[in-house]
């Protein structure tokens, strides 16, 4: 069995995405640059789920994520799971949730919002129905409609 199909059936060192809305997938395939990577990557969509209906799913050889790119992936799709292999066996697994705070990931939707025109952080604090308010100029957005920094 070469080395891409035996990532088909189980991943040797490396990590999965799983739970992610079908519509979210190419979002986090982006956000997680997976056109750059050069270790065997597997993306598959629209997989029968018993929660979901349908999700996506994605693998990555060779890939551990850091706690930035974790907090990115939760705002981008809350409630993902994150499986993390290695010599075949699950050594983690977590849902990613979203934190109170989010600092320096999301950029404010306000132009004029000092975030935006000062070479700073920005912070938001997560409220409920995930809204997002900007610590500095109060300005609220939908998560679903946001722009990473
Ligand atoms: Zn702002």
Partial sequence: MGKDQKLVAALENGSVIDHIPTDKLFTIAQLLHLEKFTEPVLI??????????????????????????????????????????????VVEKREVTLPETLTDIVKCANPVCITNNEPMKTVFYVKDNNILKCRYCGKEQKLNNIKLK
């Fill in 44 to 89: 598959g969509n629209n997989l029968e789920s018993k929660v979901m209906g349908k999700k996506g799913l994605i693998k990555i050889s060779g890939k551990f994520f850091t706690e930035d790119e974790i907090r990115k992936l939760a705002v981008v799709c809350p409630n993902i799971r994150i499986t993390v292999i290695k010599n075949y066996e």
